[in-house]
């Protein structure tokens, strides 16, 4: 089991930025890899930038340039990661769940929202 814990949503104006961070906890030693994906309303949840164990990053195209994902894996009981976004746009705004993997496994945070005002 892995607990996830997201903070850092809010309202910002376009053009700004923001940084989202998320808290991996519990079985941390088996993550595959972590993500961020994001759902607006009526819309279908999707990824937003992923990295792996071995620090590999993968970005959805509409982020790239823009977004930045990193991570922080030097504790032994918490695994961060971050998602730093510039330059945001009003389509940015959704609600931004934290993704863990571990062996197949997907386990989500709660979601954090974040509001592109124009």
């Known amino acids: 089991q892995v607990q996830l814990v997201e903070s850092g949503g809010g309202l910002v104006q376009a053009g700004g930025s923001l940084r989202l961070s998320c808290a991996a906890s519990g079985d941390i030693f088996r993550l595959n890899a972590m993500g961020w994906y994001r759902q607006a309303p009526g819309k279908q949840r999707e990824l937003v930038a992923a990295?792996?164990?071995?620090?590999?990053?993968?970005?959805?195209d509409s982020v790239k340039g823009r977004f930045n994902i990193s991570r922080d894996n030097a504790k032994i009981t918490v695994y961060l990661v971050y998602l730093q976004m510039s330059s945001l746009k009003p389509e940015d705004t959704a609600e931004y769940y934290c993704?863990?993997?571990?062996?197949?496994?997907?386990?989500w945070g709660q979601g954090t929202q974040v509001t592109v005002s124009s």
């Open positions: 993704n863990a993997v571990v062996y197949g496994s997907y386990y």
């Open positions: 990295i792996t164990d071995g620090g590999r990053t993968n970005y959805a």
